[in-house]
């Protein structure tokens, strides 16, 4: 009777606090945000653990794996530790080192080119006008203010620039508690990576302690399926975005396009976002090549529609696809509908929680077809 009695108010006290948080639903969510940006440095440092760690055991297996000398030992992991962020960091600085400085000396150029680009329209307008009457009849129809229209060409570009710079003096306060959180979420991350084991053998202590046997061995292989269709999907991943650079790079090399190792590299970068990534960086050097020759930023966009084919038909469902255990085909609808519902994050995520949910199923299916087989 106790024991129904503990159960009752086990669940009337549950229903009071859903109650409780739909009735406040919004200062709920308030509540929970708030919640989140105060654990953000620890949700980043564990992320950043999981990734460093895929680099971390590839290191560990090189340092000497079979050797029980003491100081090889102790030496492993940090080791491994550092050359798995001195990789990443290395990789982000070529990147970062080829991309921005073209990317700023393009901007700079067009920004100087606007007001030359508008004068030339104006001379070619009235030479026209000169060898056509009719066609100054109808531009003076329109009253065209040449002088006015560089003015404000240069007023808004100006207007531009401007703004960026207050709105980066604005965010240096905002850019230092980044870099500090970013700074806390690296030491967190070190700190589980240096005692991984012990962290894994609590976690693993207190499933055991508060679910049953059967639950604990449930438990334990869905965790298992989450770990393995994560880290491959970061596995391919970067390889998915390795091939496209290479192809992007040796594509632009073939056709003479201009910033072809930039633009090659951003296309590897970006292609970490699934499926969008080819889009942007497409864009982007369609821009930058368009300001030097329309022509030629034509014929890289219809370049880069096809690499994109490419890319998002075949190389991507079936690279991160074959990586994870996904069919192609779910890989496409994941990645459609993780879009949809939550934009870049959604694409990101939905390959990997689909791969659990199909390896998942697949799984409970094949157990019950047995079960219904033996009976």
Known sequence: M????RLVIKYILFIALVVLIVSNYEQAISYMFHFLRILSPVIVGIIMAYILNILMIKFENIWFPNKNN???????????ILFAMLTISFVLFIVLGLVVPQVLVVLTTLIEAIPVAINQIQTWFTNSEQRFPELAVILDQFEVNWSQIVQDAVAFFNGVTTRIVETTLSTIGSIASIVINLFLSLIISIYILMSKEKIMSQGNRMIKAYFTKKQYDKIR???????ASFSHFITGEVLEAFILGVMVTAGMWIFRFPYATMLGALAGIMALIPMLGAWISGTIGFVLIGVQSPIQGLAFLIFIIIIQQLEGN??????????IGLPGMWVLIAVTIGAGLAGIPGMLLSVPISSVIYKLLKQDVTTRERIDVMS
């Open 221 to 227: 292989y869905v965790l298992s399926v989450v770990d």
């Open 70 to 80: 003491q100081w090889v030992n102790k030496t492993r992991r940090p080791l491994s």
């Open 2 to 5: 106790q024991k129904l009695d």
């Open 314 to 323: 075949i190389i991507y469902p079936k690279i991160v696809g074959d990586k």
